[in-house]
């Protein structure tokens, strides 16, 4: 796992939860904040996406794209498609 894919990890999950994500924010911000460190969280937010059907949205989805356009500066597209 890259480095900062952890701490990616934990922050993606706790999106949902203001208070949760502001406390893991705060206690990892070393590790979020580093530029290298940003390649871990981001894949840890598309292995959140990932897990989930690509006919279902998880509820959880706004607050990981608005998460990841923050992270990169740009804004990402989700796409859903079923069979």
Known sequence: MPAGFDAGLLNA???RVPAV???????FADVLDAPAER???LGALAELRSAH????????????????????GRSPTATISGG
């Open 13 to 15: 999950s706790s999106l």
């Open 21 to 27: 994500a502001a406390r893991v924010r705060l206690e």
């Open 39 to 41: 390649v871990g969280g």
């Open 53 to 72: 059907p690509a006919a279902t949205i998880p509820p959880s989805l706004p607050h990981l794209l608005a998460h990841a356009a923050q992270a990169t």
